[in-house]
C-alpha cells in the first residue's frame, strides 16, 4: 500500500473516531442554537439543545448526539475579569508644580472703601505632574477672613492645595473682592462680587486647555467667608439674589457681566460656611461634605446672625461706649430686624445638612464639639494637624466617591427582556460575562444573553474601567 494510501486511511479513522467519540462537557454552538453537554448525578454523558426563542429563556430539548450528527463547534466566551479597584484620588502619588498670582481678571474694587481702586483679581494654580495622560478633575479653593481679609496665600489654604494636586487634581486658591461697611446691603453687595469672581475665575480656568480640566469634574471648598463663596457657586442663581444688590455694573474690564455659568459644580466641601437663603439648594442636587463646630461662635451651626455671639461678648471701652451701646439697642428696637445685624441671617452646617437630605442630595456633615471657629487652628494658634488631616482626608474620600459623573447601571430592558444595557458615556473599557446562559451579541452599552432554564443560577456580569482611571462591577441576577 502506497504511502499516500496510509495517510488517507489514517484521516478518515481519525474522522470517523472523531465522530463517534462523546464531546467534553462544555457549551457548544450548532447551526440554530446552543448544545450543552454535560455529566449527570449517575455518570451519564447527556446533551441538550437549546434554541432561541427571541426570549430570555431558550426552548430546551434533550437530543442524541451520535443519532443527530450535529457538527459542534466550541462556544467561546467574550474575554472577563474584574478589573482591579484603584483608589484614584485618595492617596499623593504625583510631584506638584506650582505657579503663583495667575491674573484672571481686573476690575475696579469697589468695596465701600476704595470707591476708584483698580485691583487685579488673582489666583494660585497647583497641577499635579501625571504626564496629562488623562483629563483632570478641577478644585477651586476660596480663603476665609469675613469678606473682609484673608487671602489665597494662607498656609493651610497652600499646603491643601498641595495635597489635592498631588492626588490627581489642578487645584487652584483663588483670591477675590473683599469689603464692606457694617449694613446688610454693603454686605450682601460683598457677598455677590465675591460670587461673580469665582465664576470667572472657573471660566477662567475650563478656558487654559494646557491644564487638561475635565469640565464635569469640578469642585469647590471654602473657609468661614471662603465656604460662603463655594456654596454659592454650586447653589446659587441669578433669580435668587436678593432684591437690595445694586445693580450697577462694576468691572472695567468686562470678565464677567452676570453669573453666566458655562459649568456645573460636582461637589462642595464646606468648612465652617453658611448659606444665605436655604431656598437655593433647591436648585440643584449637588453633594455636600461640611464640617463646623456645633457652638461656632462666629458663623451659625444652625439659623443665625454671622458674628452674633462675638460682637455681644465685646467689652465697651469707655463710659461713652456703654452709652451709645445703650442708645444703640434702644433705637434697634423701632428697626426691622435685617438693620439690625451688619449680615443677614445666615444658615450653617446642621441645617444645610437637614435640607439637602430631605431633598434627597448627598450631604455628609461632621459636627465637632465646642466653639472653636477655624477647626484647622488649635487654642494655641498653630495648626491642629490631626483635625487638618481628618479633614482632608475625607473631603478627598468624598470627593472620589462623586468623581463620576453617571455611575455605571446595569439593568435588563423591559420591552427586550434579552437586552442587558448600561447607561454611561464614561466609560473607557467594558467587559461582559454571563452565567448560566450565553451571549448572543455584544456592543458597547449592552449584550444580547440567551439563558438556559436547567442552570443553577442565571446572572449577568459587566466589568470596566473608567476615563477617569476608576473602575466598576456590576451584577444583575435573575
Known sequence: ??????????AVLGLALSCSRTPEPGVYTVQDGFVRVFVDSLGNTKALVYR??????ADTASIDLKAEKL??????????????VKELYREPVYKVQETDDIIYGRVIRNDAFNEDERMDLTMDVYVPEDGGQVERPLLVTFHGGAFREGDKRDSTLVEWCRYFASLGYVAASVDYRQGY????????DAMYRALKDANAAVRFLLKRDSLLIHSERIFAAGADAGGIVALNLAYMREENLPEIIQEEEDMTIVIHQSLLRGFDVRAVANLWGAVPDTAILHNAKIPVISFQSREDPVVPYGAGYPFERVLGEEEPESGWDVLRSVF??????????????????MYGAGIIHRVLKRYGVSSELHAFQGDRHNLFIGEDGLV?????DEIKDRTAAFFASKMVVAPVSLRQDPEDPQLFVIDNTEVETCLWNVEGGVLLGKGDDAVRVLFFPDAPEHKVSVS??????????????L
Not at 500500500?1 to 489514517?10: G, T
Not at 444703640?328 to 441671617?345: A, G, K, N, Q, Y
Request: net charge negative; charged share 25%.
Open 1 to 10: 500500500m502506497s504511502l499516500r494510501r496510509l495517510i488517507v486511511l489514517a
Open 52 to 57: 432561541d426563542t427571541s426570549g430570555v429563556w
Open 71 to 84: 457538527v459542534l463547534k466550541p462556544y467561546e466566551a467574550p474575554e472577563f475579569r474584574l478589573f482591579p
Open 181 to 188: 461697611r457694617r449694613n446688610v446691603q454693603s454686605t450682601d
Open 328 to 345: 444703640e439697642s434702644m433705637v434697634s428696637i423701632f428697626l426691622p430686624e435685617v438693620d439690625r445685624h451688619p449680615f443677614r441671617e
Open 384 to 388: 491642629d494637624y490631626p483635625v487638618y
Open 464 to 477: 470596566g474601567e473608567y476615563i477617569s482611571g476608576l473602575t466598576f462591577y456590576e451584577t444583575v441576577e
